[in-house]
């Protein structure tokens, strides 16, 4: 089973931007309920569309440049980028089949 891509300011252009894929990421922090309630379903997702498309997770208070440069202002809030721009945005937690619809919609 794929893994969740741990992604930071540093490597955020390289692994999002520049994907081949649909890149779904999850904006969130360790210290928030929501976001440890979408965390697991985040990782699901990574091994259902592995291949597909990417999933990665970035920490909002480590990765301070990436979340401001996309008004992270609630979390958890995940942003699907496809060919480098965010094509959809889902801000809090939804169920799983939610967030699987939307990002097949964009693989």
């Known amino acids: 089973m794929s893994k969740t891509i741990e992604l930071s300011d540093s490597n955020f252009e390289s692994e999002v931007l520049q994907s081949d894929t649909p890149v779904l990421v999850d904006f969130w922090a360790e210290w928030c309920g929501p976001c440890k309630m979408i965390g697991p379903v985040v990782d699901e997702l ?27 202002r609630s979390i958890p809030a995940l942003l699907i980028f496809k060919n480098g721009e965010v094509v959809d945005q889902i801000i809090g937690a939804v169920p799983k089949n939610t967030l699987k619809k939307q990002l097949e919609a964009q693989v």
């Open 46 to 72: 990574a091994g259902e569309f592995d291949g597909k498309a990417k999933i990665g997770k970035v920490n909002v208070d480590e990765n301070p440049e990436v979340s401001v440069k996309y008004g992270i």
